[in-house]
T-cell receptor, first 119, second 117 residues
Framework: AQKVTQAQTEISVVEKEDVTLDCVYE???????LFWYKQPPSGELVFLIR??????QNEISGRYSWNFQKSTSSFNFTITASQVVDSAVYFC????????????????FGKGTHLIIQP | EPEVTQTPSHQVTQMGQEVILRCVPI?????FYWYRQILGQKVEFLVS????????KSEIFDDQFSVERPDGSNFTLKIRSTKLEDSAMYFC???????????????FGEGSRLTVL
């Protein structure tokens, strides 16, 4: 069975600080997808990134960067020079996508990390 | 940019009543999902739907729940007899399909908040 652990329930930092959100996952599949979603106070889920299990390259998108390490089953998310608008709950998620018969497993989400950026 | 749309945004109902939550997935998407998020908790998978039938369902998705794609565009979640613990935000999502299968990138709607009194 798959599992996603976000050990940090809440993180509070002052604006412009860098912050890293941790994500550790468990899966028995060799092919899987990892995701990060942002949930602002308005409640919607905003897709941030998808990473395939066979692609361990780290990725940077503006102030956001992701560090995928299969050896430690981790997919950590760093926000550089944080801003108040980054305040949200961030969810890490895992999908073990099946290709047989066209079916697809749903995402397994972590419990989320509530990030508070103080001005 | 195409998006998944959900209605209603908020519904209040009495315990025991039937509720239907509606979703319009992105038009070229072929895999559809419902997720639930009880207030302050993590997002939980309910059910996936492909080729007009359920592909997977979680333990949460018991006999009180059903899904349907009645007209080729809408994707509905019905709760037959609501309970207090059904109060949650319900998210619809869809995935595009490529020649090698689903892409794995879920597009979520903005959610429907259900309050059961």
């Amino acid at each position: 069975a798959q599992k996603v652990t976000q050990a940090q329930t809440e993180i509070s930092v002052v604006e412009k600080e860098d912050v890293t959100l941790d994500c550790v996952y468990e899966t028995r599949d060799t092919t899987y997808y990892l995701f990060w979603y942002k949930q602002p106070p308005s409640g919607e889920l905003v897709f941030l990134i998808r990473r395939n299990s066979f692609d361990e390259q780290n990725e940077i998108s503006g102030r956001y960067s992701w560090n995928f390490q299969k050896s430690t089953s981790s997919f950590n998310f760093t926000i550089t020079a944080s801003q108040v608008v980054d305040s949200a709950v961030y969810f890490c998620a895992l999908s073990e996508v099946l290709f047989s018969g066209g079916g697809a497993d749903g995402l397994t989400f972590g419990k989320g990390t509530h990030l508070i950026i103080q001005p | 940019e195409p998006e998944v749309t959900q209605t209603p945004s908020h519904q209040v109902t009495q315990m025991g009543q039937e509720v239907i939550l509606r979703c319009v997935p992105i038009s070229n998407h072929l895999y559809f999902y419902w997720y639930r998020q009880i207030l302050g908790q993590k997002v939980e998978f309910l059910v996936s739907f492909y080729n007009n039938e359920i592909s997977e369902k979680s333990e949460i998705f018991d006999d009180q729940f059903s899904v349907e794609r009645p007209d080729g565009s809408n994707f509905t979640l019905k709760i037959r007899s609501t309970k207090l613990e059904d109060s949650a935000m319900y998210f619809c999502a869809s995935i595009r399909k490529t020649t090698s299968g689903p892409t794995g990138e879920l597009f979520f709607g903005e959610g429907s908040r259900l309050t059961v009194l």
